[in-house]
């Protein structure tokens, strides 16, 4: 049995310390995520790839409590868990460079707060039909 990244092609795994790929755009300096062909700002195909921070604050968050609908390749039934789900700004102050929608390791609506400083890092999400164990990135408390 083999682990796999859901998306391999968005992320740098299986670095120790994995970091999102995303784009910055020549022309206007917009920063995009996943990696783009061109500009979601000016349309400019000047788009270069950029490894995102590690690290950011939660901007907003909820709690997924049943199984989303297609293309969700996760669990169903008996085997889903809830999660949570945030809008993470990374990098910090003017150093922040993107907002990215994701899995929060937390799913306690307690335990989740707006401004929560968070890390990336690689969960399990599913196995494949082959028995690999599929991993996705996810944000977890600092």
């Known amino acids: 049995m083999a682990t796999k990244a859901l998306a391999p092609e968005i992320s740098t795994w299986p670095d120790e310390n994995p970091q999102l790929i995303g784009c910055r ?5 917009a920063t995009a ?12 195909a000047q788009m270069s790839e950029l490894l995102l921070p590690r690290r950011g604050t939660v901007i907003a968050w909820t709690t997924q409590g049943f199984p989303p609908g ?23 102050g003017e150093d922040a460079v993107i907002r990215v929608e994701g899995r929060l390791t937390e799913n306690d609506p307690a335990k989740l707060k707006f401004g929560q ?3 990336l890092t690689m969960i399990p999400f ?11 990135f996810a944000f977890q408390p600092v």
């Open 25 to 29: 755009c020549g022309s206007c300096g």
């Open 33 to 44: 995520f996943p990696v783009q062909d061109h500009c979601p700002r000016c349309s400019s």
């Open 126 to 136: 599913t196995t494949d039909a082959d028995g690999n164990e599929i991993v996705t």
């Open 70 to 92: 297609a293309p969700y390749a996760g669990p169903t039934g008996k085997d889903f868990v809830p999660f949570g789900v945030g809008l993470v700004e990374l990098g910090f």
């Open 117 to 119: 400083q968070v890390e």
